[in-house]
Structures are given as C-alpha cells and as structure tokens.
C-alpha cells in the first residue's frame, strides 16, 4: 500500500481521505503522524490555490511523501468575496460561526446575496509539479441560520443550484 500524506488536523477530512483513496491502495496518512514536533505553515496566498499549493509543497517536501492539502472557504458576492482565503480566520477572530454569521447579515443588512464555497485541493509530489483541483458550490445567503449537522458556513448557505469543478494542472 502506497502511503500519502493529507495536510491537515481535521479528523473528518482524514477520514474521508482515507475512505476515498483506500480502494486505490492508497493509506492516507495525517501530516502530524509524520512530523513531530512543531511544524507550521503561514498560509500568506492570496487565492485558495495558493494556499493550498504553499501547504502541499511546504509538507512535501519536508517528507518526501506524496501530499495533498487544501484550502476552502466561504465568499459572498455583495461583500466583494469576503470572508474568502479568510474564513476560518475570521471566525476565529470574531469568536466563532454563530458571531461571524451575524457579522455577516450585519453588513449584508440582512438581505439575501449569492455566495459559494470554494474548494482547492493541491497535490504535491518530490520533484513533480503539483496538481490542483478546484471545486464550487453556489446558492445564496440565508438568515437565520438552518439545519443541524452543517459544518462551517454551511448553515447561511441555502439554495445550491449548481457545482462546478476545474482541474488547474
């Protein structure tokens, strides 16, 4: 079994990392499992690609492993695409989703604008350049806030009409 690399903490993305790739003989393997010790990447990209590609290649090379990484987020069209490269950030600052959620409508003046989530997934190799992926859900603003299992932003984001998806080679 090939063993990879994922660039991130987040259990529910490991798992589903390794539930995809496992039948491709591939084990997906936490970043933190092979590097021990502190090790922190500044994601200082301006676009989701680039973080995403700073991450996988920052990684990459300090095993030598295969890496995948990704950054995503949250853009609202009437707020000029913020939160964006961001979002996490931002709700972190503001004391969590439910703040950043009424930050949000608050500078909306609670109407209803079209949004995405974005997606980057970079794949880095030693010595290859590195692939990536990029993939959009859009809808629309929704206040409050709805359903139960949502992860993130996923609660103000209502109406998904349509995905796009775009290898960036």
């Excluded at 695409?81 to 609670?110: Q, T």
């Amino acid at each position: 079994m090939k063993k990879f690399i994922i660039a991130s903490t987040n259990e529910h993305k490991i798992r589903e990392f390794q539930t995809m790739l496992k039948p491709f003989g591939i084990k997906i393997v936490p970043y933190k499992d092979v590097i021990k010790g502190q090790f922190e990447i500044e994601e200082t990209g301006a676009t989701f690609a680039d973080n995403a590609k700073i991450k996988a290649e920052a990684i990459c090379e300090k095993t030598g492993l295969p890496t995948f990484a990704d950054d995503s987020g949250f853009c609202v069209k009437d707020l000029a695409g913020f939160p964006g490269v961001r979002s996490a950030r931002f709700a972190e600052e503001v004391g969590g989703y439910d703040k950043a959620f009424e930050d949000i409508k608050n500078r909306l003046n609670g109407k209803c604008s079209e949004a995405k989530f974005v997606c980057n997934i970079a794949f880095a190799v030693k010595g290859e350049k590195t692939v990536q992926f990029e993939g959009k859900c859009y809808g629309f603003t929704v206040f409050p806030p709805r359903g139960e299992n949502g992860f993130g932003y996923d609660p103000i984001l209502d109406g998904l009409r349509y995905g796009s998806y775009l290898w960036l080679g």
